[in-house]
């Protein structure tokens, strides 16, 4: 498994299951579940909310797919495109 960090978002590779040591905490484990995410980017603030993602037990810190990521930063940029300055999105319901 690798590991690299994008605009604060920890992104895993190749995840054989959904426990793995917080690299974090180094105390805990995570457990599959959803988050919530704030991006920031030239004074827009995007919120996403219900992002699925690996959280630890012990401190809370989550970790998220390389494909969570780039859906993510998909939906940031369409964002930044329209030209808002805030955004909610809840991942449960978007397309």
Same mark, same amino acid.
């Given at each position: 498994?690798?590991? @690299?960090?994008? !605009?604060?978002?920890?992104?895993? *590779?190749?995840? *054989?299951?959904?426990?793995?040591?917080?690299?974090?905490? #180094? =105390?805990?484990?995570? *457990? @599959?579940?959803?988050?919530?995410?704030?991006? %920031? #980017? /030239? =004074? +827009?603030?995007?919120? !996403? #909310?219900? +992002?699925?993602?690996?959280?630890? %037990? /012990?401190?809370?810190? !989550?970790?998220?797919?390389? %494909?969570?990521?780039?859906?993510?930063?998909? #939906?940031? =940029?369409?964002?930044? +495109?329209?030209?808002?300055?805030?955004?909610?999105?809840?991942? *449960?319901?978007?397309?």
């Amino acid at each position: 498994m690798s590991r @690299q960090q994008i !605009f604060g978002m920890m992104i895993i *590779k190749h995840v *054989k299951n959904n426990n793995m040591d917080c690299v974090i905490c #180094k =105390n805990g484990t995570t *457990k @599959q579940g959803f988050a919530t995410f704030t991006l %920031e #980017k /030239n =004074n +827009v603030i995007i919120v !996403f #909310k219900n +992002v699925p993602a690996l959280i630890c %037990e /012990n401190c809370g810190d !989550f970790y998220l797919t390389t %494909e969570t990521t780039n859906m993510i930063l998909q #939906k940031a =940029n369409q964002s930044l +495109v329209k030209g808002v300055e805030f955004e909610i999105i809840n991942l *449960k319901f978007a397309a």
